[in-house]
């Protein structure tokens, strides 16, 4: 009968690995898929909190300030909307909805998971899902045709943006996959053949995102690049730490320089016509924000008495979504902007706390993963808000996969003195 139970429980610890790669590696994918995922990771994490007893078996340390803080943020929809709109406003819905996976999360988060969870397993997941997308595309447009045609980058966009997403989600995405794959490389504990797998898979991402439109992924992305040469180099030869970062500064200055996107007059950027309207909301109620429904009314009304949103942001967006109700999507493009219009100043240091608290209680030899995930996060958050672009469960499980998710052999022996310490501070 233990044997029998053993290797159920096998099988399912399995089937809950999956879901959790699967969720991670789909949330760029439609909907339909993720719905899958979503299903399916929460239903077997369901049964592993029954299994694994994880409620009788709770401990408080102290990375869990971090899901408090999590299910705080969302929690503040509800509790600004008891003073603003009505319960039924669609925006206000709408964001509950978006923000969930704060809550999941953050509930997740402080009973533990399972870890078997591996990170290089979410690396190769993610890995599969951007060649895979990649391949689709072209495929959409005909090998034949892709390479051939003059205008490949371009036909390359509009098939993407037609059937896997637009360029901020999937360079975000495929950010976000280089910070699994370099901490993989730098920290796990992988076959050779895994190695050089994971070394393609880098380079092959690289040059997807030279021939995107998107400047802040090509910008990311050779920020990584550069961040994994120089931890090498100081780890390795450490004398030469210095002119090395010399030279790939001006690398990444001249690499700038040849993105067609990038000018002069990047700052004349619409999205600095934006943040001027809302940075003067967040001056006219700076304590207490406007909650999540009359923040987006509010950026609405000004923004369109506002010639120069109307120019450069109101009238495009109009052209491509004609139908006026779909002006509630309009939204500010920075996720900090946006958190000091809706909850002001205190929403915004939770969220400071979410973003920057973990790189100080995760285990001492992830700080370099982790670094290279927040950074990701914090750089498209300047430019984005919590919308279907920058999916809150691709932030949120990504900091749960780093903080407790399953460990190689490499670091084992550290991870234990780490969290005996950390008990013994709690």
């Not at 994971?198 to 991402?205: D, E, K, R, S, V």
Request: proline share 4%; hydrophobic share 50%.
């Amino acid at each position: 009968m233990r044997a029998v139970e053993g290797r159920l429980f096998k099988w399912f610890m399995g089937l809950h690995v999956f879901f959790a790669v699967f969720l991670m590696s789909s949330w760029i994918l439609p909907f339909e898929v993720q719905r899958i995922a979503l299903w399916g990771f929460f239903t077997t994490y369901f049964i592993d909190v029954i299994w694994e007893k994880r409620i009788q078996n709770f401990k408080w340390r102290p990375v869990k300030w971090l899901y408090v803080a999590m299910i705080v943020f969302y929690l503040m929809v509800p509790m600004w909307q008891l003073f603003t709109a009505s319960w039924y406003d669609p925006w206000f819905q709408r964001t509950l909805e978006y923000r969930l996976p704060f809550l999941g999360i953050g509930l997740i988060g402080l009973l533990g998971i399972n870890k078997e969870i591996r990170i290089k397993y979410v690396a190769i997941g993610m890995l599969l899902v951007s060649v895979l997308s990649v391949l689709y595309i072209i495929h959409k447009i005909g090998f034949g045709d892709f390479i051939v045609c003059d205008n490949r980058s371009e036909l390359f966009s509009f098939m993407r943006t037609k059937y896997i997403n637009s360029h901020i989600t999937f360079n975000l995405f495929l950010n976000i996959t280089l910070s699994f794959l370099f901490y993989s490389l730098l920290k796990d504990r992988l076959t050779p053949y895994l190695k050089i797998l994971f070394a393609l898979g880098c380079c092959f991402i690289l040059s997807v995102l030279i021939c995107s439109e998107g400047r802040v992924g090509f910008f990311t992305s050779l920020m990584l690049f550069a961040f994994f040469a120089i931890y090498n180099i100081y780890k390795y030869i450490p004398k030469i730490v210095i002119p090395s970062m010399i030279l790939i500064a001006f690398a990444l200055f001249w690499a700038l320089g040849q993105h067609k996107r990038i000018s002069p007059q990047v700052f004349d950027d619409p999205r600095t016509v934006i943040w001027d309207v809302c940075i003067d909301m967040v001056k006219d109620k700076p304590f207490t924000g406007y909650g999540v429904s009359n923040s987006r009314y509010v950026l609405l009304e000004r923004g369109f008495a506002d010639k120069d949103f109307h120019n450069y942001y109101d009238q495009g967006f109009i052209h491509i979504y004609p139908d006026p109700n779909d002006k509630i999507l309009l939204h500010p493009h920075n996720i900090f902007i946006e958190t000091a219009m809706d909850f002001g100043i205190l929403g915004l240091l939770v969220l400071l706390f979410i973003l920057i608290y973990p790189y100080f209680i995760v285990s001492p030899y992830r700080k370099v993963g982790i670094f290279f995930f927040l950074f990701v996060i914090c750089v498209q958050g300047m430019f984005e808000s919590f919308t279907m672009a920058m999916q809150p469960i691709c932030i949120t499980l990504g900091m749960l996969l780093f903080l407790e998710g399953g460990i190689g052999e490499p670091d084992l022996q550290q991870s234990r003195v780490f969290q005996k310490q950390a008990t013994d501070i709690s």
